[in-house]
């Protein structure tokens, strides 16, 4: 991959290990070069982190101890979705989306694709407005809801993806109203994944694929398919 001269302030913060309170310090070049995405759509990853920055500073959506680390942590987290997703997919819908992640970075995907549209559920207010100013200055294809996931009209998601929402069985349980038939589940999850799954099973029929996170080698990735109540 060609060189890329943009770099992030996080470059300039880092500390001298490299590392940050909140994990591995990259740079938007790094992000680049291990996530392979074109030049237009790492801009907007760029101006992502530009606004967050800024409005981190009044309101918490992530810790500052991680702010740093938004290229490795949050940014290339959230992207590592992407290969999991399934060829076909038309809506995907992002549980307790907080800061974005992963619902942001799915949004810039879906605006590098140029046929799908994602949707952002978060019910704090402040947050949401900061989503929409994000969606709204880097031309998403996102739809943002303020408003908690059981108040709202069937969102009929091909996809779900959810970060640090809910422990799995309560998980499906917001999720399932809202999933198409045939759909997919998209769910990063840390150390009590095994447990989480075993828990699910007393009350819902599904099949699991877990695949290694990217950037945690204590975290795992799971894709949840054919999601039934018993």
Known sequence: MKSRKTKSKAAMA???DGKSEGGPIWT???FADHS?????????FVGWETLLRKWNKSINLIASKEIDAFWHRHAFDSFQLNQYLPEKWDRLVDLGSGGGFPGLSLGIYAKQRGSCEVHLVESVGKKTS???TVTRELKLPVTVHTDRVENLAPLKADVLTARAF???????????PHLKEGAVLILPKGETADNEVESAREHWNFEVDAFKSATDPAASILRITELHAK
């Open 14 to 16: 880092s500390k001298p």
């Open 28 to 30: 938007a070049e790094d």
């Open 36 to 44: 392979n995405v074109p030049r237009g759509t790492l801009s907007d």
């Open 130 to 132: 900061f989503l929409k």
């Open 166 to 176: 809910a422990p799995l069985p309560k998980l499906f349980a917001y999720a399932a």
